[in-house]
């Protein structure tokens, strides 16, 4: 009986022991999944990447509402994110809001029309303002297109670097720039730089190999602007004087001198050489008013005056409380009428600056409805050629 109880035990205590080694088995397994999924450094690269660069949108939706004529369209992207279309000139030549939080902002900060890091300084700032942009936020700067040299495209872009580096300084808070060019972005030519090696053909880079040979009893170092050409072998002696076979009957004298070589016209005033956007007036709408002339009494609430009425809003007069008769006189306040003499029995004191009306004249435009155009200044001139009605880009 008793080695039955020993067996029994024996067999037990087996169970047992195999049981709690094969949960420790199973345990140590999940413990390694576990660790497999959290140290995945793919999955901690993207999601790191994907909090930290917004994607860019479509570029074709991105330049749909672009202008005729700019240099560089820049996307600025917070939350609330700005289409900025910059002319030659560095200015803002329209502006685009991108989403709902931008359009919210759209009160409050100037961009038409502006130098562009005045522009991006105003969005900047409002975004701190509103809530937008956080300690520790990014401001992404990208040049979506860009008609620059790569050289001067990224100068530009570290330039508005700087404008957020700035702002950050002066609002006290850590935010920072991240820029960057759209990968399809197609840059102007460089200017050619000389090369240290000459041509060992022409090893006088002033030279051409076309051109005649120097003449021996001319100092090799004076300018050939001072140099005697000598005769030209293609002159005909006898040609009538002032006459320039050169001269062709299609050149009307758009093509400055050229000699009747026909260059492109500027795509943005059909050659004309005249601004566009100020249909040849030097003004144009007026950005804060739209063109109206007016705006909101700032000093009031819709025509009335904010501070409250000294009648306490009931409209009565003070001495005789609205019976018009005082001491069993006709009050000599309000005339007999019952009325309070400051705000006529409205309860309300009207606004003095703008005569209850709740509209003044635009302080930026003076009631005049128009701004003077910020394409071409008063000038008159195409902002694109500058004038000249000739392709800037060709």
């Known amino acids: 009986m008793k080695s039955k109880r020993q067996k029994i035990k024996r067999a037990l205590a087996f169970i047992v022991s195999a049981t709690m080694i094969i949960g420790l088995c199973g345990c140590g397994k999940s413990e390694k999944k576990d660790t497999e999924i959290t140290t995945n450094p793919s999955i901690s690269e993207e999601t790191s990447s994907a909090t930290t660069e917004p994607k860019l949108p479509d570029k074709q939706e991105a330049l749909k509402d672009a202008p005729e004529a700019y240099l560089d369209a820049i996307l600025v992207q917070i939350n609330p994110s700005f289409m900025l279309f910059v002319n030659e000139r560095g200015e803002v030549v329209r502006s685009k809001a991108m989403n709902e939080d931008a359009k919210s902002m759209l009160d409050h900060v100037a961009l038409d029309g502006r130098n562009v890091k005045d522009a991006l300084t105003d969005i900047v700032r409002s975004s701190i303002d509103d809530g937008f942009l956080k300690p520790g936020g990014t401001v992404n700067i990208s040049m979506i297109e860009t008609f620059r040299t790569e050289s001067d495209a990224k100068q530009n872009l570290n330039d508005l670097e700087n404008v957020v580096v700035d702002i950050g300084r002066e609002k006290n808070t850590d935010i920072k720039p991240a820029t960057k060019i759209a990968e399809d972005a197609q840059f102007a030519q460089e200017d050619p730089q000389p090369g240290p090696n000459p041509d060992p053909q022409n090893p006088d880079p002033r030279q051409d190999p076309q051109d005649p040979p120097p003449d021996p009893n001319q100092d090799p170092n004076t300018p050939p602007s001072e140099q005697n050409p000598g005769p030209d072998p293609n002159d005909d002696p006898n040609r009538p004087e002032g006459r320039d076979d050169h001269d062709h009957n299609e050149d009307d004298g758009r093509n400055g001198g050229s000699g009747g070589e026909k260059r492109e016209g500027c795509p943005v005033c059909q050659g004309s050489g005249v601004c566009t956007r100020c249909h040849k007036t030097g003004y144009t709408e007026c950005g804060a008013c739209h063109g109206s002339g007016k705006a909101d009494c700032h000093l009031c609430n819709k025509g009335y005056d904010s501070n409250p009425c000294p009648c306490g809003g009931d409209g009565k007069c003070y001495r005789c409380q609205g019976t018009g008769e005082f ?27 703008c005569g209850a009306t709740g509209i003044v004249d635009c302080n930026e435009c003076h009631g005049s409805g128009k701004e003077e155009c910020q394409g071409c200044h008063g000038t008159l001139k195409c902002e694109a050629c500058g004038g000249s009605g000739f392709n800037p880009h060709k």
Do not use: F, L, S
């Open 327 to 353: 001491e069993g006189k006709t009050c000599d306040v309000c005339a007999g009428n019952g009325k309070c003499k400051e705000c006529g029995g409205v309860g309300k004191r009207p606004c003095k600056n």
